[in-house]
Structures are given as C-alpha cells and as structure tokens.
C-alpha cells in the first residue's frame, strides 16, 4: 500500500487564510454518508457518500446562518487507492472560492452552499479521522495531515503531492502481563512490524528495559523479542519493549508481578491461622468446598468481610473440608 507524507500544525490565526493538505485512502463509508478526513472548529475536509455523488471529497466551512460547502466533483477519487488531496482557502471574504486538488491538480470546485454573516473562531480542538461525537467516523487510511497558516500556490501542492513516501514508525508489542512464582523467571515473547525505512538500516532495533519496581532486573538477551526477565525480590515489576528503527522509536509496556509461594498456616486451638507476605500487592483470599479432584474444584469464592493479615479461619469438623487460595490482582 501506498503511504506519502505531510504533516499537522494548528494554531490561532490571525488572517483568514488557511491551506490543506493531506495524503488519503478510503475503504469503504464508514458510520456516515460524510466520513470526516478532519474537522476543525472553522472548517472540514471529508469524503460524500450521499446524493450529490461519491467519488469525490468536499471541503467546507462553518458559519452562520449557513456554512460553504464545495465538491470536488463525482468520480475524482474512488475507494481503495492512495491519493493526495488539498483544499486552499481564503474566508476574508465569502465570495472567495476554495481551490481544491487531487494528486496535485487543481479541480473545479461546485458549489453546493454560498458560506454567509459570521464564521466562527479557528480556535478550539480538531479532530482527525471522526467529530467530536464520533459520528462521522473514517473507513481507510490517513497519512501526514498539513495544516498552514496561508494559502498555497498551485506550485507548493505539486510539490507536496510529489513527496516521496515517508518512514511510518514500527509497531511494537510487549505481549500480556503475567504473574510468576519468585524466584522463577518471566518469559518474554515481543512482537514487531515495520516498513522497512529508512534503508539503511531497513531493519528495527529492540531493546527490553525495567521501568518499574526494585532496580535489578536482569534479562538474558535484552535485544531479542523473545527473552526471558530475572526478579530480585517480589514485587510487581513494569517492563518496556522498545523499538528503533533508526529514525522513529515506538515502546510497549507489559507487568510482571513476582509472587512468592508464601501462604503459610498455622494450628491454633479449633482454628487454623493463614498469612502471607505483605506487599503493595492487592490480594485476595478465595475459598471453596468441593473436592480438588479432576473435573472439579473449580468453584472458588471471595472470603467474605474483611480479611486481616494474618487471617483466622474456625476450624469445624461437621462442616467438611473447606479449601483456601491466595489470588494476586496487579494492574
């Protein structure tokens, strides 16, 4: 698939010029008959899939009573392709139309609404791919939105247009957060994906690192996806998986709570004292009564009120035998 590049600035202005311009792909509708490509506070860039025809991207404004709205025209892009789009704009005045440009070729737009009395303010918050209400959500690809502080010359979007594709950052993940009975290892299993770029190096760097709990975690291969981490102590230990593909760095994080095989009893007089050991780790004590056999055991309940460390438990022959499990919960 093709991916280009152009990039995202917004600030207040104090001019009433504004230039757009961005590298498109869309799939499919979306949740709407108007996918937002952006939508800003003073205007939006979307594709139409209502009746004034698909194929084609609008681009317009807000203000009131009514807002502008202008076409690019039926047929000028279509579903499934990559394609570099801009839309150039001067609001100083109503009577001004937008230009608009699909690979770098300015096209004429039609008017679907005149913007008439009062636009409103740039400021305030933007968004991409959808609104604020997230009903105009985007089906496709965005890459590297362009937003000026002037209006461009015809020459500056064929220039923008022809920018060659640009280094999209690796995806990285760290795999699922785990408990493990200390001193046992974790074992590690990263993921990464990347476009290859830049070349050279064409290739993406890892590196896992602690960034939480007691220092001293030691790993076997910190460069490797698949590794494994050692603990000092128990704890719960946040580790991070790190991604470099020469020019971009992208990271994961995972949890790994080391827990120590420490729920201990006691025999006291018609009574049985269980402890364990005392973190900031939140435990829960579990109990239940069915046998642990094969196929059963498996119906295990919260200690009801509130349960102390060390924690007491009466101890009544008619009642059968009651079994009890320690269960570690870490964000």
């Not at 470099?244 to 990271?251: L, M």
Request: proline share 8%.
């Amino acid at each position: 698939m093709h991916s280009a590049s152009t990039c995202l600035t917004r600030a207040a202005l104090s001019t009433c010029e504004r230039a757009t311009s961005k590298f498109l792909s869309v799939d499919a509708q979306g949740n709407s008959a108007y996918p937002r490509i952006f939508d800003t506070p003073g205007y939006r860039l979307f594709f139409r899939f209502d009746a004034q025809g698909t194929n084609g991207f609008d681009f317009a404004t807000y203000s009131t009573p009514n807002n502008g709205d202008w076409f690019s025209g039926t047929d000028t892009i279509r579903t499934g392709a990559w394609y570099h789009v801009a839309a150039s704009y001067d609001r100083s005045n109503f009577a001004n139309l937008p230009a608009l440009y699909v690979n770098g070729i300015r096209r004429s737009p039609t008017t679907i609404t005149s913007p008439s009395a009062t636009p409103p303010r740039y400021t305030g918050t933007g968004y991409i791919g959808n609104t604020s209400g997230l009903t105009r959500a985007w089906k496709g690809g965005l890459d590297d939105l362009r937003i000026y502080n002037r209006s461009l010359t015809d020459a500056e979007i064929a220039a923008l247009a022809a920018l060659p594709p640009t280094n999209v950052a690796p995806s990285v993940n760290a795999g699922t957060s785990q408990t493990v009975i200390w001193p046992a290892t974790a074992s590690l299993s990263g993921s990464v994906s990347d476009d290859g770029k830049p070349n050279p190096p064409g290739v993406v760097s890892l590196a896992w690192t602690q960034t939480s709990g007691p220092a001293g975690v030691l790993f076997a291969n910190s460069n490797a996806l698949f590794t494994t981490a050692s603990f000092p102590a128990p704890s719960v230990y946040g580790l991070e998986l790190v991604g470099d593909d020469g020019q971009v760095q992208t990271a994961s994080q995972l949890t790994i709570a080391a827990v120590p095989q420490t729920l201990l009893w006691q025999l006291r007089p018609r009574a049985l004292q269980l402890s364990w050991a005392t973190n900031s780790a939140n435990w829960r004590l579990q109990a239940q009564t069915n046998p642990l056999t094969r196929g059963l055991g498996t119906i295990w309940a919260d200690v009801p009120g509130p349960v102390t460390n060390p924690f007491v438990v009466p101890l009544d022959p008619s009642a059968g035998s009651v079994f009890h499990r320690l269960i570690l919960s870490y964000p």
